[in-house]
């Protein structure tokens, strides 16, 4: 007994002497060491450009946070810049649909995303968000749950994956899946600021792992209902550029950069979706049936997947690193080399969700989520 109170008392003098540590200040403000202004919103606003698969963004001023998304004020840009108009019809519009507090500036500003409009008020060819906010309306009385899976590798400045020697190739894939070490992870230092940085910015960030591919990693958003999920991972991705963007590093979403080409894995957006009656009690019906509805619309849907009509997954459903043909659709129980898998965990539970593993990294998810609610909900047999 005596012994055993000694123990306590030694964890008791060691747990005061951690609480006098000063708590772990997350680094999200590198550069920036300064107080948030007191009152001022500044007020960054997001977009995505001409290609359909990069962000821009600019900041503005506002005395205070507007009341709501619809009192942000629009906004202009210069559409000539970003592949999206002739200079001399170069002015398109901003329109606010979804802020966040900013985890770099801090205090009253924010992140405002926004989708970008024609002189004629209508959606620009890279906006695809209109088109599945209506699939979402549509759809909303199933109460759609999505979680994407955003794969990416980090880059040196050169262009270069991070970590890779500047000659040649790193040792076979193996060891650095979830691995751990300097010869095995490149810029963890990034992965963990992203994630608090996501979390500060109130992302449903559910967590992060070191991938198959050195330099390459994973992070999942989700869930989310509805059109919140392909706003929250634009975002998502918009911090983990502007997180490189502080410890020098690029981000590449491309889901197979020339240089991979090898016995490298790709990058995917795994989505997984689920519908109320998917969640409840024998919801393993409904998700079977859905399985074969995603089967019927597959190569319309392949189209959606990439932001070139296909193309990019062309290099990467190889059917190979664990992904499946883009020629052919399957699905099957805790298969990672199907179109769509069910986990063991849910086919166990007999309830859940399903896991669309064709999206490349580089998908719009406003095209992922929009065509997956559609084909499974909206698309009539035959
Ligand atoms: P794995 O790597 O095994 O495919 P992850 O743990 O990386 O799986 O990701 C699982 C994803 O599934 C997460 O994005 C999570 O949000 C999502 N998810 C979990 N439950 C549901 C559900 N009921 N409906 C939709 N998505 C879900
Ligand atoms: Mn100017
Ligand atoms: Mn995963
Ligand atoms: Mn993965
Ligand atoms: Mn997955």
Redesign the pocket.
């Known amino acids: 007994l005596l012994s055993i109170c000694k123990g306590a008392g030694i964890a008791q003098q060691s747990a005061k002497f951690h609480t006098k540590l000063p708590l772990a200040t997350p680094v999200v403000n590198i550069g920036l060491n300064q107080k948030p202004h007191p009152t001022k919103c500044l007020a960054t606003y997001v977009w995505i450009d001409g290609t359909g698969e990069h962000l821009r963004s600019k900041t503005r001023t506002l005395k205070e946070i507007p009341k709501s998304i619809e009192h942000y004020p629009m906004w202009q840009y210069d559409g000539s810049s970003c592949g999206q108009a002739q200079g001399r019809d170069s002015d398109l519009f901003l329109r606010p649909v979804a802020d966040y507090p900013d985890p770099f500036l801090g205090g009253n500003s924010r992140l405002v995303l926004c989708d970008t409009l024609s002189s004629q008020l209508q959606p620009t060819a890279t906006n695809k968000r209109a088109d599945c906010l209506s699939v979402m309306k549509a759809i909303e009385n199933t109460e759609p ?5 955003q794969e990416y590798l980090l880059l040196d400045r050169d262009g270069h994956p991070l970590g890779w020697p500047k000659n040649g190739y790193p040792a076979p894939q193996g060891p650095y899946y979830c691995g751990v070490g300097a010869d095995r992870v490149f810029g963890r230092e990034v992965i963990d600021t992203h994630y608090v940085a996501c979390l500060n910015a109130g992302i449903e960030i ?2 992060t792992n070191a991938e198959v591919t050195p330099g390459q990693w ?1 992070y ?4 989310c209902e509805g059109i919140a999920m392909a706003d929250q991972l634009w975002m998502s991705r918009y911090l983990l550029h502007r997180v490189a963007e502080q410890f020098g590093v690029l981000v590449t979403f491309d889901p197979k950069p020339a240089i991979t080409m090898g016995d490298w894995n790709g990058a995917g957006c ?1 989505t ?3 519908t109320l009656q998917m ?1 409840n009690p024998e919801g393993l019906d409904a998700i079977k049936e859905a399985c074969e509805r995603l089967g019927r619309t597959h190569h319309e849907d392949i189209k959606l997947y990439d932001p070139n009509q296909g193309r990019d997954n062309l290099r990467r459903l190889t059917g190979k690193h664990e992904t499946s043909s883009v020629e052919k659709f399957s699905w099957g129980i805790a298969d990672r080399g199907c179109s769509v898998r069910i ?1 063991r965990f849910v086919a166990i539970e007999g309830r ?2 399903l ?1 669309d593993r064709r999206p490349s990294s580089n998908c719009d998810p406003y095209s992922v989520t929009g065509a997956i609610a559609k084909s499974i909900l909206l698309t009539p047999a035959g």
């Not at 749950?145 to 899976?149: A, I, K, L, S, V």
């Not at 999942?220 to 869930?223: E, I, K, N």
């Open positions: 749950w999505f979680g994407m899976e559910g967590g994973e999942q958003v989700g869930t795994h997984n979706f689920s969640r986990t859940g969700y896991e």
